[in-house]
């Protein structure tokens, strides 16, 4: 079962079906991004490099701005 799910092919973000550890691999589009801290089930996870300011993009659409620099495994909050 997977972890998460990436809904539209312009995310940046996915989405946690389960709770996710910090350090675990997570396969997205045939590679895989680990998460650099825990990430609640139902929250976003970046897969990209977000950097302040940039769109956080879900849905193929933009939901939002990051208020910080974000790595990929980053856990998307407000």
């Known amino acids: 079962m997977p972890l998460a ?3 539209n092919p ?3 973000v996915v989405v946690a079906l389960h709770p996710i550890a910090k350090g675990t ?3 997205v589009d045939g590679a895989s991004v ?3 801290e825990d990430i609640p089930q ?3 996870m970046a897969i990209a490099p977000i950097h302040a300011g940039e769109n956080v993009i879900k849905y193929g659409f933009p939901i939002g701005h990051a208020t910080a620099d974000a790595v990929p495994g980053t856990w998307m909050h407000t």
């Open 25 to 27: 691999a997570v396969p």
């Open 34 to 36: 680990t998460a650099v």
């Open 42 to 44: 139902g929250h976003k």
């Open 10 to 12: 312009k995310d940046n």
């Open 5 to 7: 799910i990436k809904i």
